[in-house]
């Protein structure tokens, strides 16, 4: 199974400063097709798991462009550009190149 | 607008059996794999298992700690994915989420929308 890892596993950051979220992979993420599968997730506090990003740099429908990702083969970022308060909440690298999906452990995003 | 919404959530004794439903609107389902996923309480996200499209074989994935005890099928003609979960452990209780899988490329699946999901209990 591909092991993902992220890092830091919390960060508090300032509103209206920037956030950066790293992800890692124990194997490459390319796909046979050439494709990269991986993707980042927000879930804030109560809420289910909600898709922002895909295939490593694509802004999922009606997610803001401060959101941004960026990376291959193994190593990847998420980064928020200007943090505002309804990103608090939790960041999840996930990668569906192969089965069994994965996803690493998390990030805490919360207000300084 | 696109909608899931999972049901058949609650408490269930150890060994027993549970079948979730995740009711699918505002796409053509029968279009779409689906996945499940669970999180446990104050834990992070695992995936469980993944169906394809009946026009592509309609086959299935599984996690290997649920692989032999649930089984994941689907009814197009109510827009409906099912998840059986049989001989279930306490080490089940969890959140289970489905969600749409839209083929991509020409080799992978990425789940775009998520349900809210419903909770599942193992307690004796």
């Known amino acids: 199974d591909i092991v993902m890892t992220q890092t830091p596993l919390s960060s508090p950051v300032t509103l209206g400063q920037p956030a950066s979220i790293s992800c890692r992979s124990s194997?490459?993420?390319?796909?046979?097709?050439?494709?990269?599968?991986l993707s980042w997730l927000q879930q804030r506090p109560g809420q289910p798991p909600r898709l922002l990003i895909y295939?490593?740099?694509n802004r999922f429908s009606g997610v803001p462009d401060r959101f941004s990702g960026s990376g291959a083969g193994t190593d990847f970022t998420l980064k928020i550009s200007r943090v505002e308060a309804e990103d608090v909440g939790v960041y999840y690298c996930?990668?569906?190149?192969?089965?069994?999906?994965?996803f690493g452990p998390g990030t805490k995003v919360d207000i300084k | 607008e696109v909608q899931l919404v999972e049901s058949g959530g609650g408490l269930v004794q150890p060994g027993r059996s549970l079948r979730l439903s995740c009711t699918a609107s505002?796409?053509?389902?029968?279009?779409?794999?689906m996945s499940w996923f669970r999180q446990a309480p104050g834990k992070g996200l695992e995936w469980v298992g993944f169906?394809?499209?009946?026009?592509?074989?309609?086959?299935?994935e599984y996690a290997a700690s649920v692989k032999g005890r649930f089984t994941i099928s689907r009814d197009d003609s109510k827009s409906i994915a099912y998840l059986q979960m049989n001989s279930l452990k306490t080490e089940d209780t969890a959140v289970y989420y489905c969600?749409?899988?839209?083929?991509?490329?020409?080799?992978?699946?990425?789940?775009?929308?998520w349900g809210q999901g419903t909770l599942v209990t193992v307690s004796s």
């Open positions: 194997q490459s993420l390319v796909h046979s097709d050439g494709n990269t599968y």
């Open positions: 969600t749409r899988d839209p083929i991509n490329g020409s080799g992978s699946y990425i789940p775009d929308y």
């Open positions: 996930m990668q569906a190149t192969q089965f069994p999906r994965t």
């Open positions: 169906i394809r499209s009946k026009a592509y074989g309609g086959t299935t």
């Open positions: 295939k490593i740099s």
């Open positions: 505002g796409f053509t389902f029968g279009d779409y794999a």
